[in-house]
């Protein structure tokens, strides 16, 4: 079974520029998350879809970021214009979760796009 | 809303040497709790996770952790430590209501293994 694939692997640019990063999950995985990690922290969540569809995007800077999951399967999220402290790790994950479900599904992590904005 | 603290950025064992890996939650509703392992430029891998039912929960790689809901606790450990158990290791809280499928991470712990 392919894991999530994350595309670019590294990204480096300018403030103000803008950048997005792919993210293909596992096939049949209803819910899709973006999660942010910085250096020396843990992964914050940024944006969760099931299907096609926004479940939570609280933690989103929606005046910079922008996150897109059309046909339910792949995913895009784009960052501008971009600032220095967006300088991350930006992870992608994926599961079976399904909104009537009660057992809680494992969440499958891709490599993560390692963002350097200078 | 729900928070995780791991104690000690950073431990050190012996090759051979227990681990154990400390971990306190907060959460207002009961807990899904799980241990991510993080290797060097790759994603998270699920090592082990509690939801309901026995409180030792065994992991992949001889990890087990044990969720103590009076000390609101859910240390990993393992008995003997590997040159391959190196990585960095993230504790991980998530309600158990319908549709609040957000973990919310620790800061991580790296683990040394010295030879």
């Known amino acids: 079974e392919a894991g999530v694939a994350q595309s670019p692997r590294y990204k480096i640019i300018e403030k103000r520029q803008s950048v997005a990063f792919w993210c293909n999950p596992i096939?049949?995985?209803?819910?899709l998350y973006w999660y942010q990690q910085i250096l020396g922290q843990g992964p914050k969540l940024l944006i969760q879809f099931q299907n096609n569809g926004v479940v939570d995007d609280s933690q989103l800077p929606k005046d910079r970021f922008s996150a897109e999951r059309l046909k339910g399967v792949d995913s895009t999220l784009k960052i501008q214009p971009a600032k220095l402290e967006d300088s991350a790790v930006y992870l992608c994950?994926?599961?079976?979760?399904?909104?009537?479900?009660?057992?809680?599904?494992?969440?499958?992590f891709g490599p993560g796009t390692r963002l350097t904005v200078t | 809303a729900q928070s995780v603290t791991q104690l000690g950025s950073h431990v050190s064992v012996s090759e051979g040497a227990l681990v154990l890996l400390r971990c306190n939650y907060s959460s207002s509703v009961p807990p899904y709790l799980f241990w991510y392992v993080q290797y060097p430029n790759q994603g998270l891998q699920l090592l082990l996770k509690?939801?309901?039912?026995?409180?030792l929960v065994k992991g992949i790689n001889g990890f087990e952790a044990e969720f103590k809901k009076s000390e609101t606790s859910f240390h990993l450990t393992k008995p003997s430590a590997h040159m391959s158990d190196a990585a960095e290791y993230f504790c991980?809280?998530?309600?158990?209501?319908?549709?609040?499928?957000?973990?919310?991470f620790g800061k991580g712990t790296k683990l040394s293994v010295i030879p």
């Open positions: 096939s049949g995985h209803a819910t």
């Open positions: 509690y939801t309901t039912g026995a409180t």
């Open positions: 991980a809280v998530r309600g158990a209501g319908a549709g609040s499928y957000q973990l919310t």
């Open positions: 994950a994926s599961s079976l979760e399904r909104s009537s479900g009660s057992y809680v599904y494992e969440q499958y």
